[in-house]
Every structure is written in C-alpha cells, then in structure tokens.
C-alpha cells in the first residue's frame, strides 16, 4: 500500500505530510511575487489567493512540505496525487519552491527523495504541468520525464489543460545515476 504522505528526509531536506496549521510557513515561502513570475498563478503571492491555492494542497490528500534543514523554515511543498486519467497511477505535482532555492539542486533533491519512495510501488510516475509553465516542464525533462501528450483534466477542482509527462524507473536511474 503507497503512503502518499510519508516522510522524506536527505541530508540537506525534509519532506512531511502538510498540516493545516502550515498555512503561515508556506505562505511565507510564497509571499515573494518573484516566486510566482514565470508561473500562470502569477498572483499566488497574494494572501487571499495563496489561501485558496493552500486548501486544494490539503484537499489532495498527499501534499509535503518541503523543509531547508539548514534553517528549519519550509520553503515549498509538493504532492502524490492520483490523475483522473490514470487512476492505477502515481503522479507528482503542485510543486513550488521559494524562488531563492530555484536552479535545479533544490527541485532535485526534493523530487529524488519523492520518487524514491514512488518508485518503490509503481514502475513510472506521471506529471501534470500548465502549457504556460516552461520552468517546471524544463525541470521535469531535467528528471528524465518524457512529454506524452497535451490532456484537458480537473485536478484543481476546475478542468484545465495540461502537459502530461512521464518518467519511468528505468530512466530515473540512468538519469540520477548520471547526476550522482
């Protein structure tokens, strides 16, 4: 049985399962507009709009902070969500980072820690990005994901459109042995 809210931990980070009285410490993480500049949600930095962002993240039931070990300050999150399109799958997404922590070594870590502990129960795991967020879809192609095709599916509550990738085992290992 897959537990989508385990917790993760690396040297440098540690992922737990999100609790609704984290509002405050990932609002703070996303309070910069600069995190939010390149992304469609351009206005999540703003309290009333990140607060709504914030009860999808606990309505998806497998949402992890994402935690600098360094500070002891949470710096974004991510989630294993089931798609509506592959119900016998494990995707990851919802993902976003303080923007002081972008360039790929923080992404990285999070998502290897994450897909360690997916590849454990499912031979590929699936992401879902927006057409207009070319950083995550760079950063997902980075992991070794490959584009499979353009869907329209509610994963927020509202059908949207989205790149859909995957990423199987095989290739997460020659990838991450190569970064290693």
């Not at 499912?122 to 207009?132: A, D, K, L, S």
Request: net charge negative.
């Amino acid at each position: 049985m897959f537990n989508r809210q385990p917790y993760l931990e690396s040297t440098a980070l540690s992922l737990r399962p999100l609790m609704a009285d984290d509002l405050e410490g990932l609002f703070t993480a996303a309070s910069d507009p600069l995190t939010w500049a390149d992304h469609p949600a351009h206005d999540r930095y703003q309290k009333a709009v990140f607060q709504n962002y914030f009860e999808v993240l606990l309505n998806v039931g497998g949402t992890l902070v994402i935690i600098d070990k360094s500070t002891d300050k949470i710096i974004g999150c991510s989630a294993y969500y089931t798609a509506p399109d592959r119900p016998d799958t494990i995707s990851i997404g919802f993902t976003f980072l303080h923007h002081s922590y972008w360039g790929g070594k923080t992404n990285f870590a999070a998502k290897s820690l994450m897909l360690g502990h997916a590849f454990a129960h499912f031979p590929e795991v699936w992401f879902h990005i927006g057409p207009q967020n070319i950083r995550s879809q760079t950063a997902t192609t980075r992991l070794g994901a490959e584009w499979i095709e353009d869907a329209t599916l509610n994963l927020g509550g509202t059908p949207a459109p989205w790149k859909t990738y995957k990423l199987t085992q095989a290739a997460w290992e020659k990838r991450s042995h190569f970064t290693s």
